[in-house]
C-alpha cells in the first residue's frame, strides 16, 4: 500500500534527527579515543591503528553499492532505526569482552568491522533522508550542521575521554558510548520522513532487481562526467589525507602524553567546530566546486604543517586548519550532489559516491603503518638512511619525525591533485553543465510516498 504524503515544510524534523545523531556521536567519539589509546598502550605500534581504521571501513567500501540499492526500496527512518540498533549492540559487545577481561586487540578489528556494516546503511539513507527533509535553499545549511556535529565530536569527546578514563575507566566509557544511542533511536521514534516516489522501471515496465538498481547507481555517475570526475579526485584525497592521518596518535604519542593527544584532537576538533559553525550560518559559496576544491586544498596545506616539528604547538595549528577547511569543504560538496542528483535515486547514487571516494582508503590503510614502522620511522632515527639528509633539515629527526614527513607528502599531494581537478573542464563547470533536479517550490514537491508496504519491514544486516 502507498500513501502519499507532501514533503515537511522548514527543518524541525532534521534539527530532531541531528541532536539525536550528535549525542550519538559524541558518545562513539570517546569510545574511539580510549580505544585508541588502549590499543597504543597494548602495541606501541602504529599498524594496529591503521588495521582498525581499515577494518572500520573497508565492509563499507565492498558493501555500498548492494546497501544503496536497498535503501532506496526500503522506508529510510527504519533503516536509520535499524543501523543505530545494530551499531548499539555491536558497541555492547565490546563491553561485555572488556568486563570479563578478555577483549584483545583483534577483537577491535572485528568490532570494527561490523559498526562498518551498519555504517553503510546508516550514513547515505541519513544523507539522502535531508534531502527530503530540508529546503533546497537550506541545504548547505544542513550540511554545515552534519559537519558540525562531527566537530563537536572532535572537540568535546578527546578531552571529556580523558578525564573520563581515569574516572570510570574503558568499560564505563563504552556504556556511557551505548547508552547514547537511545538518543538517536529516540529521535527517529517520534518523526516521519518521506518516501520519494521512485520513477525509475526496468525496460520491460516492472520494478528492477535489486543488483540492478545497484548498477544503476554507477550508471548515474558514469554518464556525468563532472560528479564522476569529482569522485575520483576525492580517491586521490582520501588516499592522501588518510595515508598519514591514521597515523597522528601514534606519532603525537610518540614524544608526548595522552593528555597531549587530546588537546591535538581537541585542537582539530575547534578548527572544525568554527569551519562547520560558518558553513551553516553561510551555507557554502555560491559556485560551490570553488569551495570544494579551495578548502580541500587547504586541508592538505594544514597536513603539510601538522609533519613540520615534533611540536604540539605546530601539530595543533596544523590540524586546526585542516579540520577547519573540512566542513566547509564537505558541505559544499554535499550540497552538489544533492542539487544534482534526483532524489528518488540518492540512496543508490550516494552509495556508489561512498564507494568510489573511499576505495583508495583500505589501500592507504594497508600501506601506512609498515610504511611507518619500518621504513620511515627507521630512516629518520638517529643514524637512519635519512638522518642527514634534506628531508631531515625539513621535519626534522628522532621521535616520529618519520610519521611527520608522511604527513609532509601527503599534504604536498593533496594540494597537487586539488590543481589537477580545478583543471579538468567537466569537474570545474560541473555546476553549470548538470541541471539541478530539486523543485524550487517546496509545493511542487508531490511525487513523495510514504511507503508503508511490507517490503519496508525486511532489513537484512547492512552495508
Known sequence: ?????????????????????????????????????????????????????????????????????????????????????????????????????????????????????????????????????????????????????????????PLLAGFLFVAIGLEGIILVDFATFFFAIGALLFVRIPQPKSSVESAEG???????????????????????????????????????????????????????????????????????????????????????????????????IMGLQASILVISAGIFIGLFAIPIAAGTSQVIFQRKVAPDVQGRVFAIRAMISRSMMPLAFLLAGPLADRVFIPMLSPGGGLSDSIFAALVGVGAGRGIGLLFVFSGAFVVLVSILAFANPRIRNVESELPDLLPEDEEESDAVEENVSIDATLFPSES
Do not use: C
Not at 144 to 156: N, Y
Not at 224 to 246: C, D
Open 1 to 157: 500500500m502507498t500513501v502519499t504524503t507532501s514533503k515537511p515544510r522548514g527543518m524541525r524534523t532534521f534539527l530532531t534527527i541531528w541532536v539525536g545523531q550528535v549525542i550519538s556521536v559524541l558518545g562513539s567519539g570517546l569510545t574511539n579515543f580510549a580505544l585508541g589509546v588502549w590499543i597504543f598502550q597494548q602495541t606501541g605500534e602504529a599498524t594496529p591503528f591503521a588495521l582498525t581504521v581499515l577494518f572500520g571501513n573497508l565492509p563499507q567500501v565492498l558493501l555500498s553499492p548492494l546497501a544503496g540499492a536497498l535503501i532506496d526500496r526500503w522506508n529510510r527512518r527504519l533503516v536509520l532505526i535499524v543501523a543505530d540498533t545494530g551499531s548499539a549492540l555491536t558497541t555492547f559487545g565490546a563491553f561485555l569482552l572488556l568486563l570479563n577481561g578478555e577483549l584483545q586487540v583483534w577483537h577491535i578489528f572485528i568490532i570494527a568491522a561490523v559498526g562498518s556494516v551498519f555504517q553503510g546503511f546508516q550514513e547515505p539513507a541519513y544523507m539522502a533522508s535531508i534531502t527530503m527533509l530540508v529546503p533546497k535553499e537550506q541545504l548547505g545549511r544542513a550540511s554545515g550542521m552534519v559537519q558540525m556535529g562531527q566537530a563537536l565530536t572532535s572537540l568535546i569527546s
Open 206 to 304: 516492472e520494478k528492477p532487481s535489486v543488483w540492478q538498481d545497484a548498477a544503476y547507481g554507477w550508471r548515474y555517475v558514469r554518464e556525468r562526467q563532472g560528479l564522476f570526475g569529482l569522485l575520483w579526485y576525492f580517491a586521490m584525497v582520501n588516499f592522501f589525507l588518510n595515508f598519514s592521518s591514521v597515523l597522528a596518535p601514534p606519532m603525537i604519542l610518540s614524544f608526548a602524553d595522552a593528555d597531549a593527544l587530546g588537546l591535538v584532537q581537541a585542537a582539530g576538533g575547534l578548527g572544525m567546530l568554527l569551519g562547520s559553525i560558518i558553513m551553516s550560518a553561510w551555507g557554502g559559496p555560491k559556485r560551490a566546486i570553488l569551495g570544494v576544491i579551495g578548502f580541500i586544498s587547504l586541508i592538505g596545506v594544514g597536513f603539510l
